[in-house]
């Protein structure tokens, strides 16, 4: 799995989640249960992880529609 972004605003992370769905790939997000033990003040960013073999797919959707990534 490769990071594909990595933020504080969750609506980001599930409008990603969403595009991605939508073409198929899939998509896990990390560091959830972190920035929710640190009171949801948005300090701790959360990462958006797809399979390495949908990588380059999952970064031309976030640029397509975007989404400023890591990658």
């Known amino acids: 799995m490769k990071q594909l972004l990595r933020t504080n605003d969750p609506t980001i992370i599930a409008f ?12 896990f997000e990390m560091d959830v249960n972190m920035s929710v ?3 949801s003040i948005g300090i701790l960013p959360r990462r958006l992880m797809v399979p390495s073999d949908d990588f380059d797919a999952a970064l031309r959707v976030m640029h397509d529609n975007g989404i400023d990534t890591d990658g």
């Open 37 to 39: 033990l640190e009171g």
């Open 16 to 27: 990603a989640k969403a595009l991605l769905q939508g073409e198929g790939i899939a998509a």
